[in-house]
């Protein structure tokens, strides 16, 4: 399946072209935040006589990098689970969408599951998702295997795209405590519709 994507990539294949200028951006944001992002609830608790509103709850590299492991880790374990289940719980708006067709026309009609292997090669923080706001990332990733599983778990074909480096904008909403994706962009094909491959 040439025009197959990877899990990850349809997960991320929404999200706005930003690769050169998102390094900068990301710089530019992330020192806006920084020293909110390890004291948040003290600045955010205190009133202080700054007149510029205190910026709190914003993301640090690292911890946008565990973020999209993780989500990217459960994602993979969905589309490999022959019942697909959990995916609300880490996919909101677009990215459900998106992913629910997906999983409906790659897996559930040809009975298959995926087990896909991917390995973050990069990523920067675009936007911190500080103030509650949206986190958004631009992420180098390679997958690095990508098998459709028949029902009895053999190997039914593996995509011809594993080993490929994709280049992806994700972004993610908070979800109580935590994250879920709410949309993606593939930037190596951004008009192409997302087919799954995907933290």
Known sequence: MADHRTIDCVIHMH??????????????VLSACSSSST??????????SSSAAPQAGCVSQSQAQ??????????????????????????TGNALVLIQQYIQTTLVQANLTEKEVDRLDALSVLSAGCNNGTL?????????????????????HSDPQAGATIHLDESYARAGSGWKESDFTNLDSPSQTPQLVAA
């Open 39 to 48: 004291h948040s609830t003290s600045s955010a608790g205190a009133s202080g």
């Open 66 to 91: 565990q973020i999209w492991t993780q989500i990217d880790n459960q994602l993979n374990a969905i589309v490999l689970d022959p019942q697909h289940a959990g995916l609300s719980d880490v996919a």
């Open 15 to 28: 999200r706005p072209a930003m690769a050169g200028v998102g390094t900068a951006l990301a710089a530019i």
């Open 136 to 156: 958004t990332v631009h992420v180098t990733m390679t997958v690095v295997r990508d098998d459709y599983l028949n029902p009895a778990g053999k190997v039914d």
